[in-house]
């Protein structure tokens, strides 16, 4: 049969056609390029990355930072210092605090500096109420071998190399898997993308600034409570923990988008999201118990606004179902009349 007109084509026609066809080789020859491309993007952000290792390490270290703890406040809490030098935190129960009499504040901290008493320096405290040196984050972060810090540099790299090179990545993969894709499809997964963009930055700013600092806190009170000490941390399993924590948050803010571009598409519908809720609530949990600390408070800081997400994107569903038989019936009523 000849082959219809260019210009014969209806947009229907235009909107059903695919990308040019290759043979499997030249398929094969084009992944080839991408992933070359891909790797070369990942080394080159991986050097700057192990370059400027010791700025990627502050970033990651500021949650620590801002992160504050909390104690009863039946207990005076009070804070040793020398110097610079946190000597220790004792939370003294009322009893003690009577026989201490360090004053009726609930925070106290005590500076050892010398002190001259005629010809001769001796070591004494000076008091103060402020609870900033108590509530203070203070797990400091070890190197715990002679190659950790090696170690602990090129974790960093990786993880904030490949962070970095992920839109170069995906803009690569994208230039494969695009012309494959029908006009209409494309449409959905440009917008997808936009949206899909901005949630996931959103993601890793709500963890990054909210969720991890509640969730290190968690882990220390988890730890106290279990009746261990926490004197300090290795380097190589708090870089974990944060990255992890962060890249799966930012993950799952995407959910809504993926989903909805499968609607859009027509693989899922209302029915089939409502009726997944209860596998989701699951699946959630189970994304907690794997990115974050074992004891349920992260897990539920991380699971629950991956859940609200979720029904979020069903109440969208169901707005666009309804939205639809509106249409139909307004087509209907036209053709009867």
């Known amino acids: 049969m000849p082959e219809e007109p260019e210009d014969l084509r209806t947009d229907s026609d235009l909107d059903d056609e695919g990308g040019p066809v290759k043979s499997f080789l030249e398929h094969l020859e084009d992944l080839r390029w991408v992933l070359i491309k891909s790797l070369a993007a990942l080394g080159v952000f991986f050097v700057l990355c192990l370059v400027a290792g010791n700025w990627v390490m502050a970033g990651i270290k500021y949650p620590a930072t801002k992160a504050r703890v909390k104690y009863p406040p039946r207990n005076q809490v009070v804070t040793f210092l020398f110097g610079s030098n946190?000597?220790?935190?004792?939370?003294?129960p009322p009893a003690q605090q009577t026989n201490f009499n360090f004053g009726t504040n609930h925070f106290v901290t005590l500076h050892l500096e010398p002190v001259t008493l005629g010809t001769n320096v001796v070591l004494g405290f000076r008091a103060d109420s402020d609870p900033t040196e108590a509530e203070r984050f203070d797990v400091p972060l070890a190197s715990m071998g002679p190659a950790s810090a090696s170690m602990v540099a090129i974790q960093i790299a990786m993880?904030?190399?490949?962070l970095m090179a992920s839109p170069f990545i995906f803009c690569f993969v994208a230039?494969?898997?695009?012309?494959?894709?029908?006009?209409?499809?494309?449409?959905?997964?440009?917008?997808g993308l936009g949206f899909g963009l901005g949630l996931f930055l959103t993601g890793v700013a709500f963890c990054y600034f909210i969720l991890m600092p509640i969730a290190l806190v968690a882990s220390v009170r988890y730890t106290e409570w279990m009746g261990l000490n926490v004197p300090l941390w290795r380097a190589e399993e708090y870089i974990s923990f944060v990255c992890k924590f962060m890249l799966g948050m930012g993950l799952?803010?995407?959910?809504p988008v993926i989903l909805l571009v499968l609607v859009k598409i027509g693989i899922l519908n209302y029915s089939i999201l409502s009726k997944a809720r209860r596998y989701v609530v699951i699946i959630n949990f189970i994304l907690g118990a794997m990115l974050t600390t074992p004891e349920i408070i992260t897990q539920l800081l991380m699971a629950l606004p991956l859940q609200i997400l979720y029904e979020i994107t069903v109440w969208i569903t169901l707005y666009w179902k309804r939205q639809e038989k509106k249409r139909l019936a307004a087509a209907e009523a036209a053709g009867a009349v």
């Open 86 to 92: 946190r000597l220790g935190i004792f939370q003294l």
């Open 175 to 191: 230039s494969f898997v695009f012309p494959a894709l029908k006009m209409k499809e494309r449409k959905y997964v440009y917008r």
């Open 159 to 162: 993880y904030a190399g490949g």
């Open 252 to 255: 799952g803010f995407e959910m």
